[in-house]
């Protein structure tokens, strides 16, 4: 499932009501940001590391999802929706490195869809697919020369 133009609109307008509660002024604070989806209802919620509620949307796309991948495509579309809020993002008064991070129905950890960090650079999955057979076939070239 492919993000429509709406739902990374609403996404976004989610990521600016999480980042108006952490304003560039106020003083840092330590925690990461969950973000949780429930298939059930289209909703996305976002949450601090107390599980206090930042702010919930009802996606569009998602009330009826169809295919089984929801969860992959919604961080593919949260992914994207933060990458285009970037500098609102990374200038959130959260204590760095923190994450986005995406949770399951029963709230545990599925897997960090963003990591905001001056020094550490974290590759996204989709790039370094098929990295492995390209470095078995340079390794296999360089062998044979």
């Known amino acids: 499932m492919k993000a429509t133009q709406?739902?990374?609109?609403?996404?976004?307008?989610?990521?600016?009501?999480?980042?108006?509660?952490?304003?560039?002024?106020?003083?840092?604070?330590?925690?990461?940001?969950?973000?949780?989806?429930?298939?059930?209802?289209?909703?996305?919620?976002?949450?601090?590391?107390?599980?206090?509620?930042?702010?919930?949307?009802?996606?569009?796309?998602?009330?009826?999802?169809?295919?089984?991948?929801?969860?992959?495509?919604?961080?593919?579309?949260?992914?994207?929706?933060?990458?285009?809020?970037?500098?609102?993002?990374e200038g959130m008064s959260i204590l760095h490195p923190f994450s986005f991070v995406m949770m399951g129905e029963d709230g545990e950890t599925m897997s960090d869809i963003y990591v905001v960090d001056d020094e550490t650079l974290i590759l996204d999955s989709e790039l370094l697919k098929g990295l492995d057979q390209e470095l078995d076939d340079f390794l296999k070239d360089l062998m044979a020369d």
């Open 6 to 89: 709406l739902t990374i609109q609403q996404i976004q307008r989610a990521i600016r009501k999480v980042a108006d509660k952490f304003q560039p002024t106020d003083d840092p604070v330590l925690t990461d940001i969950h973000l949780q989806v429930k298939p059930e209802s289209g909703e996305l919620l976002a949450y601090d590391d107390e599980m206090n509620e930042l702010t919930r949307i009802v996606v569009d796309q998602w009330l009826e999802p169809t295919e089984e991948d929801l969860y992959d495509a919604a961080a593919v579309a949260i992914k994207q929706s933060i990458n285009g809020l970037r500098d609102l993002v």
